[in-house]
């Protein structure tokens, strides 16, 4: 599903010239429920930057899906995000003045899908994550792990290949990550890949696949029987 | 990038985001608002003076004879000096720049005019044809005094309405004859004029007639032109023109202050249209203002409106949305708010206006008419949302590069 090469990217900020991804190799398989481990300046966010085509690099392939993705526009670059990729934040990133239901038909509205199909596949995530009676609320009305369960609602519901998801319970309790490394679990076993960058052990520690990596470069590749 | 699911989304937008919203729209409205009562103020203002010197904004030099105080070729001084028709014709003919000329001949006192049983007494002015440019006198039946009228020292009369209305009451005067102490002269035409009541009173007689008739001679107490286009300076250069001619001719010194009154309202016309361009000029600075202002509060709410949404860009941008249809979503929606707003500010301003011309008095001189230029109202308006997109575009533009990742990551 995702196939790195040789990837290499570089920071220029001023004068200074800061090699962060250096010659990065990397496969994950469709499917596969991956999580990316390192102290901060390691490169995790890059890589997750360039797996979801918000960042060029500078030299190296990236293939997603069997297409490569290389000197994309914008444009190019947001179809593809689109069509291929869900995203989950720390911060959850709702819209605040969109309800739950606003903002999960969101990413369908950029894929022109007509309104009301728009509302019923929204419903029906919304209903997947467990949260279909809070489809009018606004996220400031909703809890911390009710408003990521609607952002992995909105992940979910232009049907990705790929779900890249950054701490996404860095702002969560331990009882709430837990609930929803579960679903997010249970949503991996329909066939999504999950690429999840985290610095929490025990949410590594349910994942089947744990990348570490230093300095740019992979330090580590630890595969796990499945959970259960 | 037009759509109709498009636009639902700015509505819905502009509808959960009512402060902004507001705040763009009360900016708007407000500077077409005090634009378009600021440039009606100004038109009444000048409407007010145009009114006030209605009978006076005439270009005219008006010359009267007046009595030699200075001794000329071993004559004494004191002597009267008399303008007679040959001045009337030499400052007709060999003065360049006369536009309109006519002379006077004053009869004096009110004379008794009658119509069967009606009497009434009246001032009688008998000049040359053109006077009526002089006086601005319009006329409303008929038609005024003509050269066939001198040449032949015909018995005709042109009656002000005030006249028409003593003598005749409500029937018609053309053609009649009326008695100008015991004289018959036919009316051959009704004027009226805005200089007032009094104007409206007097009767035009030709002066030929009146010269043979009232025992005139040649004389004439006035002779008054208009000057057309001339500037001030060129009206000075005509009334030295017209001193020196006369001087030579009734044998007084050029230097002599008394022999000639000459009035030039040329310079009385000059300072009222610089007065005009004035209060033009004070208009449009203060408007030019007004409109900058609104365009400045135009670009900083656009400028912090793309600024306030950078994160939600982001967002939109993490699920798909083009650079192309964020600049979309952003200028769309300050076009749609700033045109909304910009026609309500006109119909505000319009109302004020409108409310302002009703109740004003009738006769009130200093403020009349406040109106305003519909086409620069709308050409206004039109330049506040040019502002708000072009304001709107950079933000949204520099918005719609930066890599979500970088805008979501900004707190």
């Keep these: 599903m995702i196939d790195v090469r040789g990837l290499n990217k570089t920071y220029t900020i001023g004068r200074n010239r800061l090699h962060v991804l250096k010659g990065l190799d990397l496969h994950i398989g469709k499917g596969e429920f991956t999580t990316v481990m390192g102290s901060s300046g390691s490169g995790k966010s890059t890589l997750m930057n360039v797996l979801g085509l918000m960042d060029a690099y500078d030299s190296g392939d990236y293939v997603l899906d069997g297409t490569l993705m290389k000197g994309l526009g914008e444009a190019r670059a947001a179809h593809y995000r689109s069509r291929l990729l869900g995203f989950v934040f720390q911060s959850f990133n709702l819209i605040a003045f969109k309800t739950a239901v606003e903002n999960v038909a969101l990413p369908l509205y950029y894929q022109k899908v007509p309104r009301r199909e728009r509302d019923r596949l929204a419903r029906e995530a919304l209903d997947r994550v467990g949260l279909l009676d809070w489809a009018a609320h606004l996220p400031a009305e909703l809890s911390g792990g009710q408003q990521q369960r609607v952002a992995i609602a909105r992940a979910l519901v232009s049907k990705p290949k790929v779900i890249l998801a950054d701490e996404p319970t860095g702002a969560l309790d331990s009882a709430t990550s837990n609930e929803l490394m579960k679903l997010l679990r249970d949503i991996n076993r329909t066939g999504v890949t999950f690429f999840i960058v985290t610095h929490e052990h025990d949410i590594a520690a349910l994942a089947d696949r744990v990348i570490h990596l230093r300095d740019g470069r992979i330090d580590g590749d630890e595969r796990r029987p499945p959970h259960v | ?411």
């Design chain 2, 1 to 411: 990038m037009f759509s109709l699911d498009g636009w639902r989304e700015i509505l819905d937008t502009i509808a959960k985001n009512r402060l902004r919203t507001a705040l763009t729209a009360f900016s708007v409205a407000w500077g077409i608002f005090m634009l378009v009562v600021l440039l009606g103020s100004g038109q009444g203002l000048e409407n007010g003076v145009e009114y006030q010197f209605r009978d006076d904004a005439i270009n005219s030099i008006w010359v009267r004879g007046g009595q030699t105080s200075l001794p000329y070729q071993g004559l004494q001084p004191g002597r009267p000096v008399q303008l007679t028709n040959t001045d009337y014709d030499e400052i007709r003919g060999r003065i360049h720049g006369v536009e309109h000329i006519t002379g006077r001949f004053y009869i004096r006192g009110r004379l008794t005019v009658a119509y069967g049983n009606e009497t009434g007494s009246f001032d009688i002015r008998a000049v040359h044809p053109e006077h009526r440019y002089l006086e601005k006198t319009i006329v409303t039946a008929g038609r005024f005094l003509n050269d066939i009228d001198v040449s032949e020292y015909r018995k005709t009369a042109v009656i002000g309405v005030a006249v028409r209305k003593a003598l005749f009451k409500d029937a018609d005067a053309l053609g009649k004859l009326i008695r100008i102490n015991g004289l018959a002269f036919q009316v051959v035409g009704v004027f009226t004029d805005e200089g007032g009541e009094g104007e409206l009173e007097k009767i035009f007689i030709p002066v030929s007639t009146a010269q043979r008739t009232f025992n005139g001679a040649d004389h004439l107490n006035n002779v008054m032109f208009t000057t057309g286009e001339a500037s001030l300076a060129e009206s000075e250069t005509m009334a030295a023109a017209v001193r020196q001619r006369l001087a030579a001719t009734h044998h007084f010194a050029v230097s002599d202050p008394r022999a000639l009154s000459i009035s030039n309202n040329v310079e009385e016309f000059e300072r009222y249209r610089q007065l005009m361009n004035g209060i033009r000029l004070f208009v449009w600075v203060i408007g030019i203002g007004t409109i900058l202002a609104g365009v400045v509060g135009v670009s900083n709410i656009m400028m912090i409106v793309v600024r306030d949404r950078t994160r939600e860009i982001g967002i939109r941008k993490a699920l798909g949305a083009t650079p192309a249809s964020i600049v979309g979503l952003v200028l769309q929606e300050s076009v749609f708010v700033t045109t909304i707003a910009g026609a309500v500010g006109l119909l505000m301003g319009l109302s004020v206006l409108e409310v302002a011309s009703r109740n004003l008095p009738a006769d009130s001189s200093f403020f009349r008419n406040p109106a305003v230029d519909l086409g620069v109202a709308l050409e206004a308006t039109l330049l506040l949302i040019a502002a708000g997109v072009v304001a709107g575009f950079i933000p949204a533009r520099r918005a719609a590069r930066i890599r979500p990742i970088e805008a979501l990551r900004e707190d």
